[in-house]
């Protein structure tokens, strides 16, 4: 039995009862007595200056915005603000468009800048919604393995060099921190790819969602910030959706630091891509100037759980801490749990994850766990992986 820890703070208060028939894709899945451990939304109530901002809004005007037409959108000055009070990188907030989620924007970028046939490099496993959309944008997926590398995860450059150079990779799909491994990657690895980048003349497209989910002592370092060379062949994609569990609301951004790309999007349509609702930046402003006594509040919760699995997972299921992210890959494969183990986790333990073979090459014997959540409902999520182990046939 996994001692349940006190409670850090008001967030780390929620219950079982507060999320079962919660309307939202994560929970609304869970049946007969599940735990939701698998969609990457957080247990956590929104920031109350975000829910106060909305509520503003909606008492106030649902008209059209005023930022229709602003070069840069509604967030381009919010989000270079973030990126330079954060991170010390100052972008161009006129280089910045808005789109209703990271994998709408990385298709409207795919299909102006490459082509089909186009070979894409990725880190492996991966996310699979991007998986899903190389397959069906026709960008063969170049994998670049994630390997265990001491306490954490790595990959081979090298090879990575060699396989670019065999020719058809277009462009480098970067998502830092890595989904699913959690990896932060660092600035002599960045640089590595950079340079890698610069060599082989590829478009980056660096995934930088989960960056405000980064622990001390790890840090996130925009690709883009690495020299005027990297930025000017890098669209940074973010969101404050995920570091703010703001999901359901549909908001992008992405900073085409790329002049070719920003050249190729200018000559399409204006309304192709769709626009973003205004709630959506609302909540987003909002989280990225109001926000980050909250999301103070919920890493402490989240460090500590990401640690609390290190010390209360059975022995048999390897675990490497992220350093990044609310998710932990999980190393089943020794236990003979079949080709889906996220449905022994289902069936036997009650636990809905994500299975590892969803994510591509390298996530074969492996589950993803959702760790966004409080200190007893993890423990509870412990307890019942532990049991279902324990008396499994």
């Known amino acids: 039995m996994v001692v349940r820890p006190e409670p850090l703070n008001e967030l780390d208060r929620v219950g079982l009862g507060d999320l079962v028939g919660r309307p939202g894709i994560k929970w609304a899945g869970a049946r007969g007595g599940e735990i939701a451990a698998w969609v990457a939304d957080m247990d956590f109530p929104v920031a109350a200056e975000i829910r106060a901002a909305l509520v503003d809004r909606v008492e106030r005007d649902l008209g059209y915005p005023v930022w229709l037409h602003t070069p840069g959108g ?36 795919l299909d102006a800048a490459t082509r089909p046939g186009d070979r894409v490099a990725l880190h492996t496993p991966a996310y699979h919604p991007f998986l899903g959309t190389l397959e069906e944008m026709e960008r063969p997926l170049l994998p670049v393995p994630m390997v265990p590398a001491g306490d954490g995860w790595g990959f081979d450059l090298d090879r990575l060099d060699a396989e670019v150079a065999s020719g058809g990779c277009r462009a480098l799909l970067l998502v ?77 951004v992405a900073h085409i630091g790329a002049a070719e790309v920003r050249a190729a999007l ?16 609302i909540a987003t402003a909002a989280a990225w100037a109001e926000g980050d006594a909250w999301l103070a509040d919920v890493l402490a919760v989240l460090d500590r759980n990401r640690r609390l699995l290190a010390d209360a997972l059975p022995r048999e299921v390897g675990y490497r801490v992220p350093d990044a992210t609310y998710l932990a890959w999980l190393d089943v494969g020794a236990l003979g749990l079949g080709e889906d183990p996220g449905k022994f986790f289902a069936d036997q333990a009650r636990v809905l994850v994500n299975s590892g073979p969803a994510f591509g090459p390298g996530g074969d014997g492996f589950v993803r766990l959702n760790f966004a959540t409080s200190g007893a409902v993890l423990a509870e999520i412990l307890d019942r992986v532990a049991t279902a182990l324990e008396h499994r046939g």
């Open 266 to 281: 200018a000559a399409r349509p204006r309304h192709l891509g769709g626009e973003v609702g205004v709630m959506g930046v």
């Open 74 to 109: 509604a967030l381009g000055e919010p989000f270079a603000a973030r990126m330079a009070g954060r991170y010390g990188w100052r972008p161009d907030p006129g280089h910045v468009r808005e789109f209703s989620d990271i994998n709408q924007a990385l298709q409207v970028v």
């Open 176 to 252: 830092n921190p890595q989904n699913p491994t959690g990896r932060a990657f660092t600035r002599a690895e960045l640089t590595g790819l950079a340079e890698l980048a610069e060599r082989h003349d590829l478009l980056v497209l660096s995934d930088e969602i989960h960056a405000d989910l980064t622990y001390a002592p790890h840090e996130h370092i925009p690709f883009a910030s690495l020299s005027p060379e990297a930025a000017a062949r890098t669209v940074t994609l973010t969101s404050a959706t995920k570091a703010f569990n703001l999901a359901g609301l549909r908001c992008a």
